[in-house]
């Protein structure tokens, strides 16, 4: 298939951004990746000009955002969802490398949408939200600071959606 509508494919939904500078960066980060569905799930802050100012040359992706109030609605209709964790937890998917569940998204993205989960700056997802998602995925960082910025996250996983997509 080809790459351009696989990538057309992945939503990339951001659970409870609460600093609106952060959905502008993950916009941007989408768009360089060729990404384009955005969608947030309860915004602290949407819309709002620190976004668009982020964004630069993405602001179509933030007009073009959906909102809702829950996860389950932001993914309604996905063949697959892989949610964004750094902590280790007990429930949920083991996670999974990103190259690994990147092919994984890619490949599903040949039957249907799919979607990356990002979860809020300060406590990530919920294990509720982390339920929601078949996959799990966790950026290998240094293990005496591993906190990504949510744009860097978006940009990483976007990033490896983009080479697995061009690599079939």
Known sequence: MNPEILLSRIRVVLCRPSHPGNIGAAARAMKTMGLSDLRLVSPKQFPDPEADVRATGAVDVLQQAKITGDL??????CVLTVALSARARDLGPAPATPRTAMDRLVAAAGEGDVALVFGNETSGLSNEELGLCQLAVSI???PDFSSLNLGAAVQV??????????AG
Request: aromatic content about 6%; some cysteine; glycine content about 6%.
């Open 72 to 77: 389950a609605q932001a993914l309604h209709g």
């Open 140 to 142: 290998p960082t240094n």
């Open 157 to 166: 996983l976007c990033y490896e959606c983009r080479m697995a997509a061009h």
